[in-house]
C-alpha cells in the first residue's frame, strides 16, 4: 500500500499563491495517476485536478483551470498542485489520491488510496 502526505496549506489573502505537494511512500505495486480533491464544511468531496503516471495528460476542473497546475516528480514520489490567484471559495480541506487503474477520472470513487488532507483558507 502506498501512504500519502500532503503539505503546504495555511492561510492566505485573496490573489496569493500556495504550492501544495503530495509525498508518496511504501510500496508502490504498479505505476498509479494521482489526484487532487477538496472538501469545504457542509460540502461533497470534489474533484480539483488529476495527472497521469508519466505526467503528460492532465485534467482540470472548470472551476480551477487556469489558475491551478499539477504536475508531478516521479523521482522524489511527488505530486503537486500549484495554486494561483486564490479566490476566498477555494477555501477547503486538500487531499491528494492514487489510481492504480491509471485514470484520471474526476470521481473520488475511483481512487485507491488518499492522503490525510491539508488545509487551505483564503481570506477575502
Known amino acids: 500500500q502506498v501512504q500519502l502526505v500532503e503539505s503546504g496549506g495555511g492561510l492566505v489573502q485573496a490573489g496569493d499563491s500556495l504550492n501544495l505537494s503530495c509525498a508518496a511512500s511504501?510500496?508502490?505495486?504498479?505505476?498509479?495517476?494521482m489526484g487532487w480533491f477538496r472538501q469545504a464544511p457542509g460540502k461533497e468531496r470534489e474533484f480539483v485536478a488529476a495527472?497521469?503516471?508519466?505526467?503528460?495528460?492532465?485534467h482540470y476542473a472548470g472551476s480551477v483551470k487556469g489558475r491551478f497546475t499539477i504536475s508531478r516528480d516521479n523521482a522524489k514520489n511527488t505530486v503537486y498542485l500549484q495554486m494561483n490567484r486564490l479566490k476566498p471559495e477555494d477555501t477547503a480541506v486538500y487531499y491528494c489520491a492514487g489510481d492504480y487503474a491509471g485514470s484520471i477520472s474526476a470521481s473520488p470513487n475511483e481512487y485507491d488510496f488518499w492522503g490525510q488532507g491539508t488545509q487551505v483558507t483564503v481570506s477575502s
Open positions: 495527472i497521469s503516471w508519466r505526467g503528460g495528460t492532465t
Open positions: 511504501g510500496r508502490a505495486y504498479s505505476s498509479y495517476s
